[in-house]
């Protein structure tokens, strides 16, 4: 009897392994496709997953694109409109000129002064005795040289008047943004409280905002008041970030920091410079030294240069080449920087 349990166990265990055999068999396919539909779908998450990221490298490539290709119209645009304001820094007609000195004349009291200084220095070489010749040229320089030799030294001497405080005025634009104050609030508390000429240029700065031009656009006119590079770079940061967006305060104080290294540079090269300066000037000073000296001792032997035509002649020369050779000497002194 224990045997016949022991062959019905053997039966029952060999038939339940024949019907697990048989389900097997019969959900084979089944359970295949299934795993293959499982294998499928992590395969398109995955395509998903990487495709989505393909993607967003790819926005954001053509978002560094598109930024870094509006930057380079924006220089272009720059660029073109930088040609047109370039006149007013190397060659700007008169009548700009005498506004960029900070003179508040018109060109009829100008031309009037004009005549005025050729007259005086006409009837002053003429007392002194002087040929003719010498008065005329006096009167010419009088009328054409020595005012515009005025006009230039006042437009040069504002000019370094605003150099020495524009950083100054970035640096407070600098931590007004930072602090959370606008640009223009920034812009209106220096016309309000910086130090001339550089709260006159930004007053005209806020009056042409308040005319209805935009404050990039109203920043980069300040060349035409103002013939100085640094307005230009201050133009063209301010229109830069308007235009393409960035950090306003960063770039403002990266600028100054730039212009206080320019500046000094150029006091550095002008240290470097005096020596030939010096040397130059006594080259120039030396004919007239001696010929004052050989006066003094021995005027007779001097005095045929003045009286007669041909010493005119030989002084003019003089003068022509010692003129050249001064400038020459300047051009080798001068540094751009």
């Known amino acids: 009897m224990f045997g016949l349990s022991l062959s019905l166990m053997a039966f029952i265990v060999l038939a339940a392994c024949s019907a697990g055999a048989l389900a097997y068999a019969l959900m084979f396919n089944t359970i295949a496709s299934e795993r293959k539909v499982e294998k499928r779908l992590e395969a398109v998450k995955r395509i998903q997953a990487d495709g989505n990221v393909v993607r967003a490298a790819r926005d954001r490539a053509a978002e560094i694109a598109k930024r870094r290709k509006s930057i380079q119209e924006s220089l272009k645009d720059l ?6 304001r370039d006149r007013f820094i190397t060659r700007p007609p008169l009548k700009i000129q005498i506004r960029q000195a900070g003179l508040e004349i018109g060109m009829e009291r100008f031309y009037l002064l004009s005549a005025l200084s050729g007259f005086l ?3 002053a070489t003429f007392a002194a005795g002087v040929p003719l010749l010498v008065v005329a040229g006096a009167m010419v320089a009088g009328f054409l040289g020595i005012p515009r030799w005025v006009v230039a030294y006042l437009r040069k001497r504002r000019v370094r008047a605003f150099l020495d405080e524009f950083p100054n005025a970035l640096d407070i634009i600098v931590r007004a943004v930072r602090s959370g104050l606008p640009l223009n609030d920034a812009v209106r508390m220096i016309a309000a409280e910086a130090q001339e000429p550089v709260r006159t240029e930004f007053k005209r700065l806020v009056e042409a905002q308040q005319l209805g ?4 656009e109203a920043a980069m ?5 103002m013939p100085c590079a640094e307005v230009n770079f201050f133009g063209i940061v301010i229109q830069i970030q308007t235009q393409a967006g960035g950090n306003l305060s960063e770039a403002l104080g990266n600028l100054s ?6 500046k000094k540079m150029k006091a550095k090269v002008q240290a470097l ?3 030939a300066k010096a040397s130059a000037a006594i080259i120039a000073a030396l004919p007239v030294v001696v010929a004052v000296l050989v006066y003094l001792t021995s005027p007779g032997y001097i005095m045929p240069l003045f009286r007669e035509s041909v010493g005119h002649l030989v002084l003019g020369l003089s003068a022509v080449w010692m003129g050249i050779g001064i400038f020459v000497m300047r051009q080798m002194m001068n540094f751009e920087v």
């Open 79 to 84: 660029e073109a409109r930088q040609k047109d």
């Open 121 to 123: 220095l006409m009837v």
């Open 213 to 216: 031009l935009s404050l990039a």
């Open 221 to 225: 006119r300040m060349s035409e008041t």
């Open 257 to 262: 920091r730039v212009l206080r290294e320019r």
């Open 273 to 275: 410079s005096m020596e």
